[in-house]
DNA sequence: CTGTTAGCGCCTTCAC
DNA sequence: GTGAAGGCGCTAACAG
């Protein structure tokens, strides 16, 4: 491939000077400028990102690191939505993005900032992570711009987006209550992920306010999963029969309750309603269709990006934090309750 | 950032040794190779992999390139699972990706090679390209080790991935021929995608060799769009009451099918019959659930990139060619056709 | 306006 | 075994 040498050689001016007439220096005479360009078009040249990142240690690569690039992650879209947000945004930059899964065993080994340096990443985008994965303390303490999604914590050089999950959760619930439902159980994700955490709050904070029933045994864990689901939900629903409402913090969890309420003969909506979190495509095509919360990942992968650029080119006065609006969908998994 | 250079301080040794001893080369004194070692650890040093690449010329990166990275492709998981495909073979080695997703204006921009060159890339995945589009010539014509998904080119350093689709309809049609249907109709997806084209070329085949009804009015293309689907199946529908059947080329054209046919009030399966193509997560959910191809691009992806790796490695005799074998997969949207 | 010099962090001869 | 020298492709001073 050709070199700045190589135009050096067939223009007769100095690799320096090309360098200039290329990068658009307006020391440069223009006659030589078109000269230089043509010769370049011609050899087809093209810089050589990494020697070029090597002596400006600076990178336009950004490394969206997530936790788990698996065939599993296919049926919540979360992560390609985001990925696209992403992309698209970068798409109108001149950045370009490297897609970093940490759950490869290599990567174990390495630290963040390890990670960072050695693509000399201009910042990152973190998705996905447990509050207590050590990445983010590192991240914490590094001085690499970086974006968070779902994980509230902001350092030097770090700001998140998320959505109005604690908020969104309230609405449902209070939604559930003006449906006649007071015994309203909550079915959480994994519980060291942030999201789990602010939505059970959401959850707890909405039926103390709307002096609904509180009863432990009401809260399950189904870990973001539909077995987990489908194993977490049987008990209640044997034990616990006065509970005529499931709020679950993933459609995908829904899935899995709406499965064994069916193999125990209980009746969706009728005898149980059920919201869940996300609006995953299934969400409208399944029978009953599922009453949710619906996030905007596409979007907020844009924001973050958006956010993140700012930081990296030193923008003044950014908010630390970006809300996205959720959307609470009522479909026919939910109904009133007949007394 | 540590470099060999913090390292060679530290230690006393020169930074041609210290590369030495971090790489393994068996020339340098194990106590030696054990200080430096140690002192790497202590700094937490990483190497430059810009500055490593830069010498050594080969980047252990390859580029996955695909055609249009956006939001629309959500519901059809294809290209998520290919990258999750990619994604986990490559955990297993000391390879990483660069998602590179092309627009036409960006084309206009930079020819491949320069992409390639730009990041030193060992080599590419090319996905979801059209077959007239000029990345692929250029490909073609290039040392750089590439793979292709599902377009059928193979060039000095090019094989590629596909499925066994043109038997896989052909088995379709015959599955519905079984079932006693002689009026099929096929709806095709975009023209010039390389998919389009054999799937078309296994029902040409099939109809012809079954001696089933060959009728012109019985092709029609919905674009591999849902919106696509309904607007070409609504006169099909409507001009040719004839047809009992229809082979969509993508399940999520099968989706407006089915839309539409309800709409007119056409019983599926009792009166039409309708069979989709990838198996997208819907094609399970929704009612009536729809008899499909499965294709497995999860396994495409991990092919694709062990093939790939290979060719960069050098290794000899490989296959030009890899095929993966589809699977029909019958649910609620076919019947056999009462007389 | 243009060229010379120096160096980014690393690796590969080639001496010693 | 180890180090010095040179260079990958590029850019940033500094001269002229």
Same mark, same amino acid.
Do not use: W
């Given at each position: ?88 945004? &970068? ?20 630290? /963040?900032?390890q990670i960072c340096s050695e693509r000399q ?7 996905? !992570?447990?509050?207590?994965?050590? /990445? ?29 999950? /604690? ?18 159980? /909550? ?49 209640? &629903? ?10 679950c913090a993933s459609d995908v969890m829904a ?72 959307? !609470? ?7 009133? !309750?007949?007394?």
């Open positions: 491939m050709a070199t700045l040498k190589d135009i050096s050689n067939k223009t007769g001016f100095s690799v320096t000077t090309v360098s200039r007439a290329l990068n658009g220096y307006d020391d440069v005479n223009e006659e030589t400028r078109q000269l230089i360009r043509e010769a370049a078009k011609q050899l087809n040249y093209s810089p050589n990102l990494l020697a070029q990142n090597l002596v400006k240690k600076n990178s336009k690569t950004i490394g969206v690191i997530v936790s788990d690039l698996k065939k599993e992650s296919v049926k919540d879209n979360f992560m390609f939505e985001t990925l696209c947000g992403v992309s698209d945004f &970068l798409a109108s930059s001149d950045y370009e993005f490297v897609l970093l899964s940490t759950t490869t065993v290599k990567q174990k080994n390495k630290t /963040y900032t990443l201009a910042g990152t985008i973190i998705q996905g !992570l447990k509050t207590d994965d050590p /990445y983010l303390k590192e991240a914490q303490n590094c001085e690499i711009p970086s974006v968070l999604i779902d994980i509230p914590i902001h350092g030097k050089a770090i700001k998140y987006v998320t959505s109005n999950q /604690y908020e969104s959760v309230k609405t449902a619930i209070r939604y559930l209550k003006r449906l006649n439902h007071h015994h309203i159980a /909550y079915m959480n994700g994994t519980e060291n992920a942030y999201v789990s955490q602010i939505r059970k709050q959401g959850y707890l904070e909405a039926v103390n306010e709307l002096n609904l029933e509180v009863n432990p045994h009401y809260i399950v864990s189904g870990d973001f999963t539909e077995e987990g689901a489908k194993k977490a939900v049987l008990p209640l &629903l044997l034990n616990t029969p006065e509970v005529t409402a499931i709020f899935l899995g309750v709406i499965q064994v309420a069916r193999e125990l003969g209980i009746k969706i909506p009728e005898q149980l309603s059920i919201i869940g979190f996300d609006n995953i495509l299934l969400s409208e095509y399944i029978t009953p269709s599922l009453t949710t919360i619906a996030q905007f990942p596409y979007i907020m992968g844009k924001e973050a990006t958006r956010l993140l650029i700012d930081l990296i080119e030193g923008k003044k006065d950014l908010q630390s934090c970006i809300e996205i609006q959720n959307e !609470l969908i009522i479909r026919q998994s939910t109904t009133i !309750l007949q007394k």
